[in-house]
């Protein structure tokens, strides 16, 4: 069993009162001590998870100590890969009977289950690296956010792209004054790549082996297994996942919050995209994602804007008109993603990640100098995983992380926030006439009360800030 960064240190400590011995002439040159090895569990180590831990491991400064997974059809290659570690099935098991010998947790579980597993790791002193977005609803980022400060332990969210050069010049660039004051930031994506704006399936298929149905539903309520949820699709369904915005949105919205300073929004607005059965019949899908959408954020002015900011989101393939400062033949973002900044002297943008930032029009990339101002990560975005390692290491304070919950959780809370405007925007209410539906929500503009995590204007957007959980869990605050 391996033994945790804690109980190395009592150990050292006894034996130090005998003796010190030098750490390079122990292990020579290049020696890393087992205190400052990070101690990891995983939880959800298929897909993403797997490529997380990988990413820990090659810091070099990581053991991969624990595996935990409800369906080990998904874990096998990461039970492959580390043969040393111990795998458990339902990782409440794991935080209780394997507390003393980890000291840090990466979740890359479903959108639906990452605040429970989150907050029961720092409720034991752990460091937590959660995949984005950070949780699935408001409640649950606030509530993270606390308790990272809280419990005093190194937390990053898992938008690699908060720790690449690209944001770091566009920050750059912004503070010279390059484009001016920035109002209007436009963001799309081609997401969803998963279906949506379908039917939940009435078929009832056998749970397959290795999968544990109710473990994986965890907060959310009971439904019979369906096939074609597992491992990604379930991003579509309400229930688990948080849609295209989900997916993306923390990766795309990151670099307006960290250039214009950006926190908490005030009021939201969405349309989007209807799916129709039959001619003039609109199907109502109240469990999935709409297949596109348009919402609009208003942040308020902050210390780097002169005014309010209006941030548009477009999914589903939808994209802003193209700004006249790019050729007819230049590429938008990246084809399928992209930012675009506003200024009222000139325009910036970047693709996903805040990769490839430039200038507009492209010309004034090779006439503009700035000299850099902000450190970089060690390996840029994929610097990511070992700046959360080695920060972890350091002790909390002790190093800056690039998306800490106390960054992560304001950027989650706008992209939950537009979430709410979306699911409103699709919900029908039956029309006073009795005849058919009529969607109120897609008219309305959501007022946003930030001290009480609250829209004060259409209550029932509330149902969706803070989910009640099935029964037998709970968020432990």
């Given at each position: 069993m391996s033994v945790s960064r804690r109980s190395f240190?009592?150990?050292?400590?006894?034996?130090?009162?005998?003796?010190?011995?030098?750490?390079?002439?122990?292990?020579?040159?290049?020696?890393?001590?087992?205190?400052?090895?990070?101690?990891?569990a995983g939880i959800g180590v298929g897909g993403k998870g797997k490529?997380?831990?990988?990413?820990?491991?090659?810091s070099g400064k990581a053991e991969i100590a624990f595996l935990c997974d409800v369906d080990d059809r998904q874990a096998k290659d990461s039970v492959a890969a580390y043969p040393k570690a111990k795998y458990y099935k339902d990782w409440r098991k794991l935080m209780e009977i394997e507390s003393k010998n980890f000291d840090a947790v990466s979740v890359s579980t479903p959108d639906h289950n990452h605040a429970v597993q989150a907050m029961a790791a720092m409720q034991l002193g752990k460091h937590v690296y959660v995949q984005k977005p950070m949780t699935h609803d408001i409640y649950e980022a606030r509530m993270l956010t606390a308790a990272a400060d809280k419990y005093k332990v190194v937390t990053q969210m898992g938008n690699q792209g908060s720790s690449g050069d690209g944001v770091r010049q566009l920050v750059e660039w912004y503070d010279a004054g390059i484009i001016g004051d920035v109002h209007t930031v436009q963001i799309w994506t081609n997401r969803p790549i998963w279906p949506q704006g379908i039917p939940w399936s009435t078929a009832k298929p056998p749970v397959p082996s290795g999968l544990d149905w109710d473990l994986w539903l965890g907060t959310a309520p009971y439904k019979?297994?369906?096939?074609?949820?597992?491992?990604?699709?379930?991003?579509?369904?309400w229930d688990y996942g948080t849609g295209a915005l989900g997916d993306l949105g923390c990766h795309l919205m990151e670099a307006p919050f960290r250039v214009l300073g950006l926190k908490y929004a005030s009021d939201v607005q969405a349309s989007v995209g209807s799916v129709f059965t039959a001619f003039g019949q609109r199907g109502v899908f109240p469990d999935s994602c709409p297949p596109s959408s348009h919402a609009t954020l208003t942040f308020p002015k902050t210390s780097k804007t002169q005014g309010p900011v209006t941030m548009h989101w477009m999914d589903g393939g939808i994209k802003p008109e193209r700004p006249e400062e790019l050729g007819p033949d230049e590429m938008f973002g990246d084809g399928n993603s992209g930012i675009l900044f506003?200024?009222?002297?000139?325009?910036m943008m970047a693709s996903e990640y805040a990769a490839n930032p430039r200038l507009l029009p492209l010309s004034r990339n090779e006439e503009v100098k700035v000299k850099k101002t902000l450190e970089r990560v060690?390996?840029?975005a994929e610097g990511h995983y070992a700046q959360w390692v080695e920060g972890a290491i350091a002790g909390y304070g002790n190093k800056q992380m690039s998306s800490s919950f106390e960054l992560a959780g304001p950027l989650t809370e706008a992209i939950l926030m537009a979430n709410l405007a979306i699911r409103v925007a699709d919900m029908p209410f039956p029309r006073p006439t009795g005849k058919g539906n009529h969607y109120?929500?897609?008219n309305t503009k959501?007022?946003?009360?930030?001290?009480?995590?609250?829209?004060?204007?259409?209550?029932a957007a509330n149902q969706f800030v803070k989910r009640t959980y099935r029964d037998g869990w709970s968020l432990g605050v």
């Open positions: 240190l009592e150990k050292s400590a006894l034996a130090s009162s005998f003796f010190i011995v030098p750490r390079h002439v122990l292990g020579g040159k290049g020696f890393l001590a087992p205190s400052d090895k990070l101690i990891v490529s997380d831990l990988r990413k820990f491991y090659e019979d297994y369906v096939d074609n949820l597992i491992p990604g699709s379930w991003r579509g369904w506003i200024g009222t002297k000139g325009k060690p390996g840029s109120p929500g897609s959501l007022l946003w009360d930030n001290a009480n995590m609250r829209v004060t204007n259409f209550d």
